[in-house]
């Protein structure tokens, strides 16, 4: 099984900046795709940030030029780094690791950390 952890959520003015972690189980060079989605009230989970596991890297386009996706192979992490905040960010974020085949082929999901950013 393949467990992840979120963290980093909280409530911040409109322009600050807050980073999400978030700590997987299992090793992260396995996931074909990790990233970052996030589900407004009322709306759809949304991509937020993904890589692949060639080194690809997507935003959704509300965000880009504001958050950075990164990760750290030994510690076996994903960070968001969410920089200009705006109240229209304010969701419950979630991790997300993909494996398409094999023994542990799946898609994973994290509990979800709440950010909130206030005008």
């Known amino acids: 099984q393949v467990q992840l952890v979120e963290s980093g959520g909280g409530l911040v003015q409109a322009g600050g900046s807050l980073r999400l972690s978030c700590t997987s189980s299992?090793?992260?060079?396995?996931?074909?795709?990790m990233g970052w989605y996030r589900q407004a009230p009322g709306k759809q989970r949304e991509l937020v940030a993904v890589?692949?596991?060639?080194?690809?890297?997507n935003y959704a386009d509300s965000v880009k030029g504001r958050f950075t996706i990164s990760r750290d192979n030994v510690k076996n992490a994903v960070y968001l780094q969410m920089n200009s905040l705006k109240p229209e960010d304010t969701a419950v974020y979630y991790c997300?690791?993909?494996?398409?085949?094999?023994?542990?082929?799946?898609?994973?999901w994290g509990q979800g950390t709440q950010v909130t950013v206030s005008s």
């Open positions: 299992r090793s992260i060079s396995s996931f074909n795709h």
């Open positions: 890589r692949t596991s060639d080194g690809i890297i």
């Open positions: 997300n690791a993909a494996i398409f085949g094999g023994q542990w082929a799946g898609n994973y």
